[in-house]
């Protein structure tokens, strides 16, 4: 009497989808949940300009103006 039957639409879908429905950037935030989503934007934007510095940095002395 107090049974309750589990069907497909009583079912509780989880919070979460699962990792292999994540796209590449989803499941790169997904392992950094407690850190503020701001601050890994901004780490990653650090990275970036860094990578361009040292880009430009080459090819400037490559040129021979550094």
Known sequence: MGEEKTTPETEKEPDRPDRSQLNAFENFYEKFRK??????DI????????????????????KGIL
Not at 35 to 40: C, D, G, S, T
Not at 43 to 62: D, H, M, T
């Open 35 to 40: 850190v503020p989503l701001k601050y890994i």
């Open 43 to 62: 780490f990653i934007g650090v990275c970036v300009a860094a990578l361009v510095i040292v880009v430009l940095v080459g090819i400037l002395k490559s």
